[in-house]
């Protein structure tokens, strides 16, 4: 069982930077697939950044160029370094972790397994 802590978020204006940071507890860490999603009210989870252990790291194209998913195994820390936020971006920021995530499902809520509480992020 894994479990995922976010913290990191806030409140900025629009062109402002924020680095969400995602702590999880099992030393199998380093294996997991893992990823961020939002959800803003009234809209579906989407994900926005993913990290394959095996084949790298993944972006949504409204988030390219301005997010950067890493992770830091040492730490068992997942980050999302987001910079020019925009009101768009504002919304409940999830971090998830999965064995394996198959490349097809990889934007998919259901292909992840653990969840952390999330971490609000609001751009104003």
């Known amino acids: 069982h894994v479990q995922l802590v976010e913290s990191g978020g806030g409140s900025v204006q629009a062109g402002g930077s924020l680095k969400l940071s995602c702590a999880a507890s099992t030393y199998t860490y380093s294996t997991n697939c893992m990823g961020w999603f939002r959800q803003a009210p009234g809209k579906e989870r989407e994900g926005v950044a993913a990290?394959?252990?095996?084949?790298?790291?993944y972006y949504a194209e409204s988030v390219k160029g301005r997010f950067t998913i890493s992770r830091d195994n040492a730490r068992r820390t997942l980050y999302l370094q987001m910079s020019n936020l925009q009101s768009e971006d504002t919304a409940m920021y999830y971090c998830?972790?999965?064995?394996?995530?198959?490349?097809?499902?990889?934007?998919?809520?259901?292909?992840?397994?653990?969840w952390g509480q999330g971490t609000q992020v609001t751009v104003s």
């Open positions: 990290f394959d252990p095996d084949s790298g790291t």
């Open positions: 998830a972790a999965s064995y394996g995530v198959p490349p097809a499902r990889r934007w998919l809520s259901t292909s992840y397994t653990f």
